[in-house]
């Protein structure tokens, strides 16, 4: 399946390779920079570029391609997953997935390629497993191996690999058993001109952070299971009581983990947090363009909306900005002509606002559309669903965990077209 | 630095190991270091060095650093020798860093690569499996030709290994053998078909994967192996889904017909309707058409639909193409949502999951429309994302929501991105086409656009214009004209050309423009570029033919300008043309039918998607991805006209399980049922749902394979109640005198003979008329233990179903202790015994034994030691069920009971421990890999709650599993019993809820005696209700049959034939339970008559619905 793996960096250069059957030159990656040449930005590089002997697929994360180089029909998907999750993995183990990061842990890099694919199959690719045969590098492992001479190498086959319960390693203990879940929803919107909702959709997830000794089954019920209309699962999940009860039940991996993801059934109306009070102008004929934004909240059911982050793309015509914020900061990027302003919270008292001048390209005609802008925000202690967790139970183990349960609402792709 | 630390130890290392330390790779942006060849050449002396020293810490550094080199593809291969010694090293981390290199260059160091097989060898005999893996493993990576005789046996030996992981890896070594050297096809499709019997989920995904590299056209090895790689499907790692279901959906194309005959029917309206609908209620559309799915169709849908809840996109998009391949179509609109949500993922996902729906879209709009707005386009999104959701919207384009796209179109218009804007004009023409009510709408959107300052925008717009005109140019002067006027300002070749084209193609509506036109491209010809010149010179011809007084002059100008073009295709145009309309004498006859050959009527362009026919594509594959076809791509065939023989598929299912103690021999049964079983449980109530009428076909394999299983059973316990019989009369034989012993034996061989045949008689009496099963048991009850015996194993044999032949045999073993047990209380009669067992036959019933005989002869499941015969009141007459129905239900998943898995049915005997207890069977199984201690129940809740618990089971092994019976009283409610099951170790919270047929005890009694009691429970102990049944239900059979599967009652004789009378008692407080069915026509009218009203109305509503549904 996957025969090669090249990393290149966002300069062009292919600073790791990675052969699983016999070696495919790195020159089939000139295909590849041809069609990143082609392409106007990073990310318009085409996923799978066929070339006269291979097919190249590739995922671009952390300005870094992952190219795989593949010889015969396989699914693209799959090994656009896989890649994916190797990226995850090397992000799971060193905390960042950078150049420098790679570099530094060149040979636990490997390691960790070579265990997770076998003649370009995927082996092992659970995290937990791949821990157990590999442990990832801290600095106090690095001093006592040093001292002791022992490895980073687990020498037996990872508890997991053998088990029905692949995800979970046997013999976990922790002093104090504490289990925390996150309920993350997205709102995804297109708000157009006039301030009406285009389409908007929720979009949620259940991330995990469990840490209970032993073989803990756990059992999530929600207040109202019918807002989930299509879910996806950790593999953990039993799918059989979902189906009948909609509970979650589960034997949880240890450690972090995404437990669910969600989609609110569309028929349910999204409330918006934010509105958006623009006028963004260009007149014909002068050189100066008007610029005028204000946030305000609204439904957001007495929580602050915090952290916003607008951020648009000017036109090309832009030369630069006078604004004026009334509060936080902006930066304005003349030469990639992205506007970012830093609101953080909202005041409902005291709306933010940015007003000020936009510069034009003497003589440049006036550019025909107004710029879209993009917010970031969050809520906290709120799903915008109204997801709520019923309760959560503890079976097969004798102690008393801990438990918490954390809601947030943040903006996903949430754009206003002006 | 942890290295530098380990360095000042080691006083003597020479200064070049220190130098060569200090830029190791492990260091950050010591690329630059390695840049040079000289540098790279001396420290790689250095590497030697320290890889022969004999620090072990030394080496090890020395191997990172190696690894390092390798990374970034620098040339190490000269360390060969040294690095190969290192095969050895009892550090395992060196030794996989040696494995890494050694799998990188042995190709090209053969003879070298060739000293680490020995070690290899001794590490595939190691007794941790991890070792073993790896060591086939680097074997296997090793591509020297000379090793494959030594690594086909090691495959050999490693897929008959103990160790599912190893069996997992020797199905990855088959085909890196299979890639080395395709001669060994032969050989290594043995393996295969022996590892495709496999049944652990490790190893399930990769050899499939090994299948489908090697021999994907043996599709007759999947057959036997079908039905488990469809259940095992969940359980299957994730990538291994991905590959098993591809190769499945190319199996299924090749075994199944068609499900898509009469979809004819199934419009896109319909579709919608079906969207909300559940999965049974689909199911229930299929049955009343003609066309009747193969089950193992069924199971393959069925069981691939849990895994569109996968995380892994690859999987889910796998699933969404299985049932676009081979799901009816009203079904796969269930593929939609997930589809949808995918796009939520990462850039290079949304890329491919969009290209397959755009593919999808052409075909069925239905199936998407209601997610329209997931495809609007933001800004954020990437070009090809964008083009591709545009795409997407076209496709799903109709009048109702035109409009809104419309809309949504224009937004798109005024992007920055005009490769996008440039898409979305594209796009609007072929809504245009496509739609004629917004066609005009379209257009004069579009000439607005020609006024954009944009001049990729206006160019687009052009080209469409002109494709839209085409087909119906008689209205649009306007259009032409303002085209005409904006001409001046258009330079981008493509929207000239086409309006030079649109000049001359209908040059006479344009009479005095295009002449103008013509003039001006005289002065400009030779600066423009050459897809314009073309035009300009077909320009010039067309007038030249229509409007020659006006355009002769300019004409030859600039045919003589494209003369001496020079582009030798403009000149080769202008020749021919100049031949074709001027007149002259070589011209011949052509000239004059000039005009019918440049003016003729066009043809309109068809305005059709880019994804038009990449459906001859699988989806989901990188040749639908890149419209190509990529090496490797398995076509996906046709349905078959006829279906193939189903029975290929066909296993021999294991019989189920029965052991009374655990035992190891049988833990591939166990397994397999362990997992699995309830599934198939589903399936088979399934086939039989789905199958009405058709249940011949329908009855898949593990029906007909354990009905099989139960007449074998069958006779099975014929032999042994003979036997029995034998032994008893031995026994009292012995008990009594050793030297009758002999003519005992031949008397009792004798009465045997006698008694088989009048089994087989009674036998086939009661196939006739099984309702007075009851009573004629009750009457031959009194012929004694052996006759007792000997009838009820008869009774099991011919009247269970397929599945009772799981209680009905594990009986029959203990029945015979049993029956020695029970003859010791009776002491007085033991020395007699022998002649009393002689003379049976000739007594009259005695009707008082009969209850007594009723226990012996089902108290069959209980264990020795609870054997307590109370003295029950004998009241009432209890029979033994004259149906069986098992319904096994899920007590502990092996999950939540961390390998310990217990399933439990009733087996409608009555209880031994106590009468007013209801007997459970439970069939303990472990699953997990090791063995469980102590099993037994613990802590029950309510604490009053009176269990008769099973005995300890002391020790089960892995893979075995046990049946124990206990006793509950639920005190005639249908509230569960809690209790916990313990191990060793653990102890697992489980709960039994009977359903309320299960509290009863079926009785016998006269239709008289009926009519009597039922006399006596009127007013508020009577419940009825009217029942509308299905019309096959109505015969007497299937009555019967249904309010048994229902209720555990017993058959009352009735004098008519459209009234059915059932009589029970509650287990517990004994009260009776009458139940009567006035059938008419399809509607019945159901009467229950007891003083437990909470009973009588769960009842009724358990057999409306049974009744209601057969």
Redesign the interface.
């Given at each position: 399946?996957i025969h090669s793996l090249f990393l290149i960096n966002a300069s062009g250069d292919?600073?790791?390779?990675?052969?699983w059957?016999?070696?495919v030159s790195?020159s089939v990656c000139d295909y590849f920079f041809e069609a990143q040449e082609r392409?106007?930005?990073p990310?318009?590089v085409?996923?799978?570029i066929?070339t006269p002997h291979h097919?190249l697929?590739?995922?671009?994360?952390h300005r870094i391609y992952f190219v795989a180089v593949?010889?015969?029909?396989?699914?693209?998907?799959?090994v656009?997953?896989?890649l994916?999750r190797v990226v995850d993995t090397f992000q799971d183990y060193f905390g960042v997935c950078t150049e420098?990061a790679i570099?530094?842990n060149?040979?636990v890099?490997?390691?960790l390629l070579?265990e997770m694919l076998?003649?370009g199959?995927?082996?092992a690719?659970e995290s937990n497993i791949l821990k157990e045969l590999i442990k990832p590098p801290t600095i106090l492992r690095?001093?006592v191996?040093?001292i002791t001479?022992s490895?980073?190498?687990?020498?037996?086959?990872p508890t997991g690999?053998?088990?029905?319960?692949?995800w979970r390693r046997t013999g976990v203990k922790y002093t104090n058993n504490e289990a925390y879940f996150d309920v993350v929803e997205e709102i995804?919107a297109?708000i157009?001109k006039s301030g009406s909702t285009?389409?908007a959709?929720i979009?949620g997830v259940i991330d995990a952070c469990v840490k209970l000794t032993g073989?803990p089954?756990l059992t999530l019920s929600f207040m109202n299971p019918r807002l989930l209309?299509?879910?996806?699962?950790?593999?953990c999940v039993?799918?059989k009581r979902w189906?009948a009860e909609r509970i979650l039940?589960f034997?949880p991996p240890d450690g972090n983990f995404?437990l669910l993801?969600y989609?609110v059934s569309?028929q349910n109306l999204v409330a918006i947090p934010v509105y958006v009070k623009h006028n963004i102008t260009f007149r014909e004929g002068s050189s100066q363009g008007r610029f005028d934004l204000t946030l305000g909240p609204k439904q957001t059911m007495g929580k602050a909306v915090e952290s916003v982050l607008v951020s648009s793309?000017l036109?090309?015509g832009v030369l630069n900005t006078n604004l004026n914020p009334s509060q936080g900061t902006y930066t304005f990027d003349p030469v990639t002509k992205l506007l970012t302003w830093d609101v953080g919270k909202i005041n409902p008292q005291k709306l933010p606002s940015l007003k000020g001048t936009m510069s034009l390209q003497a003589g440049a005609?006036k550019?025909?559309?107004n710029p879209?802008i993009?917010i970031q925000f969050k809520i906290q202690q709120m799903a915008i669903s109204g997801l709520k967790v019923n309760r959560l139970d503890m079976?097969?183990e004798k102690y008393k965990p801990f438990k918490g349960i954390k809601y947030m609402t943040k903006a996903g792709?949430f754009?206003v077209?002006t | 630095m942890s290295t530098s630390a380990l360095y000042n130890d080691q006083g003597g290392a020479e200064p070049a190991v220190e130098a060569a330390q200090e830029s190791a790779p492990t260091s950050a942006g010591s690329a630059a270091a390695f840049g040079l060849f000289s540098a790279d050449f001396k420290k790689n002396e250095d590497l030697k060095e320290m890889l022969e020293s004999s620090k072990e810490s030394l080496k090890l550094d020395a191997m990172k650093r190696v690894v390092g080199l390798i990374a970034r593809g620098k040339n190490a291969s000269e360390l060969f020798p040294a690095v190969v010694k290192n095969v050895a090293s009892k550090n395992i981390e060196l030794k996989k860093l040696v494995y890494v290199y050694l799998v990188r260059y042995a190709e090209e160091q053969q003879d070298l690569a060739l000293l680490s097989i020995s070690t290899f060898q001794r590490a595939l005999k190691d007794p941790n499996q991890f070792i073993r893996a790896s060591a086939l493993r680097v074997l296997s990576s090793i591509r020297v030709p000379i090793i494959v005789p030594i690594m086909m046996l090691a495959i050999k030996e490693a897929a008959a290994d103990l160790s599912p992981y190893v069996r997992k890896t020797s199905a990855h070594a088959i085909q890196k053998l299979y890639s080395l050297d395709p001669e060994q096809k032969e050989q290594l499709i043995e393996v295969i078909e022996k590892l495709l019997k496999d049944k652990s989920t490790l190893v399930a995904g990769s050899v499939v994967m090994a299948f489908e590299e090697v021999c994907p056209d043996r599709i007759d090895l999947i057959h036997k192996n079908y039905r488990k790689l469809c259940n095992l499907l969940v359980d299957v790692e994730e990538w291994g889904q991905v590959v098993i279901i591809s190769m499945l959906t190319r199996y299924a194309r090749t075994q199944f017909v068609s499900p898509w005959q009469q979809d004819a029917v199934f419009d896109e309206n319909n579709e919608k309707t079906f969207y909300e609908s559940d999965s049974e209620e689909r199911k229930d559309q299929m049955e009343s058409k003609p066309y009747i799915m193969d089950p193992d169709h069924r199971l393959l849908l069925r069981n691939t639909k849990p895994l569109l809840q996968s995380r892994n996109t690859a999987v889910v998009m796998s699933v969404a193409q299985l049932y676009w391949h081979l799901a009816p179509k009203h079904e796969i609109s269930v593929v939609t949502k997930s589809l949808v949500r995918l796009l939520r993922s990462h850039r290079e996902v949304q890329f491919v999951v969009l290209q397959n729906i755009a593919t999808m879209s052409i075909q069925r709009k239905g199936m998407f429309e209601p997610f329209m707005k997931s495809f609007y386009v933001r800004s954020t999104d990437a070009t090809h994302i964008k083009t591709l959701k545009l795409e997407i919207l076209t496709n799903l384009a109709n009048e109702a929501n035109i409009s809104t796209i419309l809309r949504e179109f224009q937004t798109y218009v005024k992007s920055q991105d005009k490769a996008f804007a440039a898409a979305t004009i594209q796009a609007i023409g072929r809504c245009a086409t496509n739609i004629t009510e917004v066609t005009d709408t379209c257009l004069n959107g579009l000439v607005l656009l020609l006024s954009n300052r944009d001049e990729t925008v206006v160019a687009e717009s052009v080209v469409v214009i002109k494709k839209l005109l085409q087909t119906q140019p008689s209205q649009h002067c306007d259009i032409i004209k303002h085209m005409a006027k904006i001409f001046d300002n258009i330079t981008v070749p493509m929207a000239r050309a086409s309006i030079l084209w649109l000049m001359g193609e209908y040059c006479e509506r344009v009479p005095k423009i295009a002449p103008d036109v013509l003039r001006k491209m005289a002065k400009t010809f030779t600066a423009e570029e050459d897809i314009v010149k073309l035009q300009t010179v077909n320009l010039a011809a067309k007038l030249y033919l229509t409007n020659s007084k006006q355009t002769k002059l300019l004409t030859q100008y600039i045919l003589n300008l494209g003369k001496y073009d020079q582009n030798y295709d403009i000149r080769d145009r202008t020749r021919f043309i100049r031949q074709l309309i001027v007149p002259s004498e070589k011209s011949g006859a052509l000239n004059k039918y000039a005009r019918r050959i440049l003016l003729a009527p066009k043809p309109a362009p068809v305005l059709e998607s880019s994804f038009k026919d990449r459906d001859r594509y699988q989806l989901g594959t990188l040749s639908h991805s890149l419209n190509i076809k990529a090496t490797g791509y398995q076509e996906l065939c046709d349905w078959p006209a006829v279906a193939p023989d189903p029975s290929v598929r066909n296993v021999e299912v294991p019989q189920p399980v029965k052991e009374w103690a655990p035992s190891v021999g049988k833990t591939k049964q166990a397994k397999s049922d362990k997992f699995y079983s309830d599934d198939e449980d589903e399936k088979e109530e399934e086939g039989s749902d789905s199958g009405t009428g058709n249940s011949s076909s329908s009855s898949s394999s593990s029906s007909s394979s354990s009905s099989s299983s139960s007449e074998e059973s069958g006779s099975e316990s014929e032999e042994e109640s003979s036997e029995e019989s034998e032994k008893t009369s031995s026994d009292s034989g012995k008990s009594s005198s050793g030297s009758e012993e002999s003519s005992t034996e031949s008397e009792s061989d004798q009465k045997k003979k006698k008694k088989k045949k009048k089994n087989i008689k009674k036998t086939l009496q009661k196939r006739n008329k099984q309702p007075t099963v009851a009573d004629s048991d009750s009457d031959e009850n009194g012929n004694g233990p052996v006759k007792r015996a000997s009838s009820s194993s008869a009774e099991s044999s011919s009247e269970t179903d397929s599945e009772d032949s799981l209680d009905s045999d594990p009986p029959k073993v203990q029945q015979n202790k049993n029956i020695q047990v029970k003859s010791k209380p009776k002491v007085e009669k033991k020395p007699k015994n022998e002649v009393s067992l002689l003379d049976l036959d000739d007594f009259s019933p005695a009707p008082t034994s009969a209850p007594n005989s009723a226990y012996v002869s089902s108290s069959l499941l209980s264990d020795l030691e609870g054997l307590s015969l109370s003295n029950v009141s004998t009241s009432f007459q209890v029979t033994t069920p004259t149906f069986g129905p098992v319904k096994t239900y899920e007590l502990l998943h092996h999950m939540t009971g961390k390998g310990l898995s217990a399933k439990y049915h009733f087996p409608r005997q009555p209880c031994l421990y106590q009468p007013s207890m209801v007997a459970v069977q439970v069939t303990l199984t472990n699953s997990s890999d090791h063995s469980l201690e102590e099993i037994h129940i613990g802590g029950r809740n309510p604490a009053s709650l009176n269990i008769h618990c099973f005995n300890t089971v002391e020790r089960l092994e892995s893979e075995a599993s046990v049946t124990v019976s206990m006793g509950i009283d639920f005190s005639d409610s249908t509230q569960a019993a809690n209790f916990q099951l313990c191990t060793k170790e653990d102890q697992f919270n489980v709960s039994i809820q009977p359903a309320v047929g299960e509290l009863l005890m079926p009785c016998t009694m006269t239709e008289q005696d009926f009519c009597k009691e039922q006399g006596k429970l009127l007013g508020m102990n009577e419940t009825s209700a009217t029942i509308t049944m299905a019309t096959a239900s109505t015969s007497v059979q299937t009555v019967r049959k249904q309010v048994l599967s229902v209720a555990n009652v017993g058959v009352v004789s009735s004098s008519q034939s459209t009234f059915h009378r059932f009589a029970g008692r509650t287990v517990s407080s004994g009260s009776l339970v009458l139940l009567s069915l006035e059938v008419k026509d399809s509607a019945a009218v159901l009467t229950i008559n007891t003083e437990k009203s909470v009973v009588a109305s769960m009842l009724l509503r358990d057999l409306k619905q049974a009744l209601a549904q057969a």
């Open positions: 399946m292919i600073f790791l390779e990675k052969h059957k016999s070696v790195r392409a106007t930005e990310e318009n085409p996923p799978v066929p097919y697929i590739s995922v671009l994360r593949i010889q015969s029909e396989v699914p693209p998907l799959f656009i997953e896989f994916h420098a570099k530094d060149v040979v890099v490997y390691e070579e076998d003649n199959f995927p082996l690719t690095t001093m191996n040093t001479g490895t980073n190498v687990g020498e037996q086959l690999q053998l088990s029905v319960v692949p995804d297109i157009d285009i389409t959709e979009q073989m089954d209309d299509d879910v996806s699962f950790h593999p039993r799918f189906e039940s034997i995404r993801s989609h569309s793309q036109p090309r005609s550019p025909d559309e879209t993009n079976y097969g792709k754009q077209r | -």
